[in-house]
T-cell receptor, first 108, second 114 residues
Framework: GIQVEQSPPDLILQEGANSTLRCNFSDSVNNLQWFHQNPWGQLINLFYIPSGTKQNGRLSATTVATERYSLLYISSSQTTDSGVYFCAVFTGRRALTFGSGTRLQVQP | EAQVTQNPRYLITVTGKKLTVTCSQNMNHEYMSWYRQDPGLGLRQIYYSMNVEVTDKGDVPEGYKVSRKEKRNFPLILESPSPNQTSLYFC?????????????FGSGTRLTVV
C-alpha cells in the first residue's frame, strides 16, 4: 500500500518562529489532508490540498503531486500551535492512510 | 454547528462487559468511519460505511461490530472487550466516500479495558 512519511518527527520552537513540516508519499495521490491533533487529542482538519497552495491565517500548505510531497508552513508560531501534525491520503480502500506525524512544541 | 459527536469521551470498563460508543453527525454525510489510535501504530481504520445499511471492514475489525441503521448514526460495539482494545477511538464522516475532502473527526473516546 501507499507509504506516507513525515519529517521531522519532533520539532521544538520558540514562540514567534517559523517552521516547515514535510510529508512524502510513495505513490500518486489525488487526495491529501493535513490535520492537527491538539494536546487534548482532538483531530482538527487544517487543509484539503491535493495540489497547489492554500493559506489560512498563519498556516499555509503546498502540495506538488508530481513530485509526491506536501509542505505545511507555520509562521509566527504560538503556544496554541503545539500538538501533532498529520498528513493523510485517502486510498482506494476507503480509508485515510496517516503519516506518523510531526510533534511540535512551541515554547513561550 | 457542523460536527461529529462521540460519546462517551472517557470510559473505563472491565474485560468482557459489552459496550457501545455512539457517533452521530449532523452534516448529512453518507460516509462514516471508525479509527483507533495507538502509540507507535498511528491511526488505523476499524470499519467504515458508505451509506445506510452498507458497512465494510477496515484494517483492524476483529473484536468490533458496527451498524448503520440511520444516516446520522454509526455506533461502535465491543461485545466482549479485552485489554488490547484499550485505545483512543475516533469516529469520522465525509461528504465524499472517495475523497479526503471534508473529512471531519469526532473529539475521540479514550477507552480503558481492565
Amino acid at each position: 500500500g501507499i507509504q506516507v512519511e513525515q519529517s521531522p518527527p519532533d520539532l521544538i520552537l520558540q514562540e514567534g518562529a517559523n517552521s516547515t513540516l514535510r510529508c512524502n508519499f510513495s505513490d500518486s495521490v489525488n487526495n491529501l489532508q493535513w490535520f492537527h491533533q491538539n494536546p487534548w487529542g482532538q483531530l482538527i482538519n487544517l487543509f484539503y490540498i491535493p495540489s497547489g497552495t492554500k493559506q489560512n491565517g498563519r498556516l499555509s500548505a503546498t502540495t506538488v503531486a508530481t513530485e509526491r510531497y506536501s509542505l505545511l508552513y507555520i509562521s509566527s508560531s504560538q503556544t496554541t500551535d503545539s500538538g501533532v501534525y498529520f498528513c493523510a491520503v485517502f486510498t482506494g480502500r476507503r480509508a485515510l492512510t496517516f503519516g506518523s506525524g510531526t510533534r511540535l512544541q512551541v515554547q513561550p | 454547528e457542523a460536527q461529529v459527536t462521540q460519546n462517551p469521551r472517557y470510559l473505563i470498563t472491565v474485560t468482557g462487559k459489552k459496550l457501545t460508543v455512539t457517533c452521530s453527525q449532523n452534516m448529512n454525510h453518507e460516509y462514516m468511519s471508525w479509527y483507533r489510535q495507538d502509540p507507535g501504530l498511528g491511526l488505523r481504520q476499524i470499519y467504515y460505511s458508505m451509506n445506510v445499511e452498507v458497512t465494510d471492514k477496515g484494517d483492524v475489525p476483529e473484536g468490533y461490530k458496527v451498524s448503520r441503521k440511520e444516516k446520522r448514526n454509526f455506533p461502535l460495539i465491543l461485545e466482549s472487550p479485552s485489554p488490547n482494545q484499550t485505545s483512543l477511538y475516533f469516529c469520522a464522516s465525509s461528504s465524499s466516500g472517495g475523497s479526503a475532502y471534508g473529512y471531519t473527526f469526532g473529539s475521540g473516546t479514550r477507552l480503558t479495558v481492565v
